[in-house]
Every structure is written in structure tokens, then in C-alpha cells.
């Protein structure tokens, strides 16, 4: 089994090309955001002590995460890819643990890097299928619907992410901006890192990432 990582600020693309790149290669894609998401709808007890700490673009803290993460590896057989997670120094340090101890290889890190001026307006107008097992990720502009809050896959409303307003993005920013050097560069250096320009389409950056895949395959 192999563990492939996407990073990048909020709005940068990490669902958009995971849930791609799952349709197109053997891989479990695993978001913290959706697990924790999961949670809080689910009313568990981590879903609401994680509530208003995701509303207000905070980070949840990391042996929460780190555990939540921990369970669901455990019982995965294929490859995965990592969207939202490590997030932190100490995430990346206890998964680089986890991971030698169960003889888990980390496959590609990738950074997908987007200027800080064009994220607030991604985010924004996003919008995202409330069905959890759809998920589907549109934007008012760049990505509409085909009827206005309506998923084109599987029928679902739309929602707007409660951490997707203009003030929790800008926490949300403040806290990556606390965490991502120093996580980043646990990953920097080894030989499966890339960086990806993610100021281009999804279907850019997804043709960009599949090179990746295919070559290693
Ligand atoms: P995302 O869907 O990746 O944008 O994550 C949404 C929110 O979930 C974040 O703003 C955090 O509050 C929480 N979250 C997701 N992943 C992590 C993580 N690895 N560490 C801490 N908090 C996280």
C-alpha cells in the first residue's frame, strides 16, 4: 500500500483533482475536511467538539485528526491519497510514525500552488453537492451547474460550506499560513515531491497529475 499526499492552501484545487484522480486510478481518497465534515453532521462527540472550530477556520486539533486518520488506514487495502492532511508539522511528523511502523510507503507529495489573490474567490463561490456520498465540488462562475443548486450527478441540492464565507477563509488562511512552511518542508527534498502550477483548470492540473500517476504505474 502507498500513501500519496496533496497539499495546498484552501481553494486550491485538492478535492477538485482527488475526486479525478480516484475515478481514474486504483486509490481511496481520503479528506480530513469530508471525515470531519461526516462527523459533525453525524452528531459524534469529535463532530461537536470539531463544529465551531471548522465554522471559524480553525485547525481541529492533531491527535484528534491524527486519530481519525490513523482508524481509517488501518482498514484500507488500496493505494491513498491524502487531501487536507498533514496539515501541520506535527500531523506530518505522526503519519511519517504511523507509517514506517506499519511498513506503508509514501508515494508522490504534491504541492498544488495557487496564488493567495485568486483563492478568496474560489472558495467563495463554491459550492458543493450536500449528498456526502456525491460530494461533487461546482462554483458559481467558473463551474456552474447545469440548473442553478442542483448537482448534475446525482440530483442533490448544493450547499455553501459554512467555513466557505469570505471571513472563515481569511482564518482559514492565517492558520495556513502558521502551518504550511514548516509541514511542507518535512516533505521538501525527497524524491516523489512536486510542485504542480494550480492556477490553471482542473482539467490542467488533473492531466498535469495523471503524468504523475501513469509514469509511476
Ligand atoms: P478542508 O475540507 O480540507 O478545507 O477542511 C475543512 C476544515 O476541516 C479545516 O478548515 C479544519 O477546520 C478542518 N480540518 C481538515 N483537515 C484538517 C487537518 N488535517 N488538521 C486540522 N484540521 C483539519
Known sequence: MIVHILLGPPGC?????????????????????DILRDAV????????????????????????????????????????LFDGYPRTLQQAEALGTFLSTQGIETGFVINIEVPESVLEARV???????NSDCGAIYHLQNKP???????????????????????AFKSR???????????????RGGKQYRRVDGNRTPDQVFVTLSQFFKENA
Open 41 to 80: 453532521s453525524k452528531g459524534t462527540e469529535i463532530g461537536l467538539r470539531a463544529k465551531a472550530i471548522m465554522a471559524a477556520g480553525k485547525l481541529v486539533d492533531d491527535d484528534t485528526v491524527n486519530g481519525l486518520v490513523f482508524a481509517r488506514l488501518r482498514d484500507e487495502t488500496q493505494d491513498v
Open 13 to 33: 484545487g485538492k478535492g477538485t483533482t482527488a475526486k479525478q484522480l480516484v475515478g481514474e486510478f486504483a486509490l481511496t481518497h481520503l479528506s480530513t475536511g
Open 145 to 167: 451547474p447545469k440548473v442553478a443548486n442542483v448537482c448534475d450527478k446525482c440530483g442533490s441540492s448544493l450547499k455553501h460550506r459554512a467555513d466557505d464565507s469570505s471571513e
Open 173 to 187: 488562511m492565517v492558520e495556513f499560513n502558521a502551518t504550511f512552511q514548516p509541514m511542507a518542508a518535512y516533505y
Open 124 to 130: 467563495v463561490g463554491r459550492r458543493v453537492c450536500s
